[in-house]
């Protein structure tokens, strides 16, 4: 019954490959989130949804593609996969559309080789 | 945008003094102000948070303080454990945004 769950937990590929990383939250919260983190810790907005949708989209590159199939899904795909794109991604759940108390899922470490 | 600074990046203390960590902001609009902690492998998790309409909050050994005037808070850690030991995030909130500081490492020795 964990509140906020992504998978994988670990995504090892290669350059030039297309993967998806999902998430769900159990919490009844209508916005979802996309964090990167970097490997010195920072963690930095990517998008967010609210009620399925797009209401926040930092300069992401496109070939990021979130998608909710309702709210409590926010899934990211990324296609042609590049070394820069190692990092932790974490998904995050918040009530009511605020971006307080947000709720994080456990990360997806993605690796390029 | 908002922009947050987080000082220091790394903080090491002996257990049972005090830790103070500092973030300064940007954006005057800026009205919610969070502290995430986030143990090695682990996700960030809330740990306390304050308005801006608040100067100061306690939780047990955390404290929050809030200078709006000058665009700073502060995290303080009283009587610290080990388990304290962990990456911790300020952040701050307005419009629909929340801006992360760049994170202070403390290391608590037993």
């Known amino acids: 019954d964990t509140a906020v769950s992504q998978t994988p937990k670990y995504l090892v590929t290669q350059m030039g490959n297309d993967k998806s990383i999902k998430c769900e939250q159990n919490?009844?919260?209508?916005?979802m989130y996309w964090y990167k983190q970097d490997s010195k810790k920072f963690l930095k907005i990517m998008f967010s949804?609210?009620?399925?949708?797009?209401?926040i989209n930092e300069t992401v590159p496109n070939r990021f593609s979130p998608k909710s199939p309702d709210k409590a899904h926010l899934n990211l795909h990324i296609n042609s996969l590049e070394l820069g794109d190692s990092a932790v991604y974490f998904c995050?759940?918040?009530?009511?559309?605020?971006?307080?108390?947000?709720?994080f899922g456990s990360g997806t470490q993605l690796s390029v080789l | 945008g908002e922009n947050v600074e987080q000082h220091p990046s790394t903080l090491s203390v002996q257990e049972g003094d005090s830790a103070v960590i500092k973030c300064t902001y940007s954006?005057?609009?800026?009205?919610?102000f969070p502290w995430y902690k986030q143990e090695l492998g682990k996700r960030p998790q809330l740990i306390i948070d304050?308005?801006?309409?608040?100067g100061e909050k306690k939780d047990q050994r955390i404290a929050v303080t809030l200078n709006k005037t000058a665009k700073h808070f502060s995290l303080h850690i009283t009587e610290t454990q080990p388990e304290d030991s962990a990456v911790y995030f300020c952040?701050?909130?307005?419009?629909?945004?929340?801006?992360f500081g760049g994170g202070t490492r403390l290391m608590v020795k037993p």
């Open positions: 304050i308005r801006s309409n608040v």
């Open positions: 995050a759940s918040s009530r009511d559309g605020a971006y307080e108390k947000l709720f």
């Open positions: 952040a701050a909130g307005a419009g629909n945004m929340l801006t």
């Open positions: 949804y609210n009620n399925k949708e797009l209401i």
């Open positions: 919490l009844g919260h209508d916005t």
């Open positions: 954006d005057s609009a800026s009205n919610y």
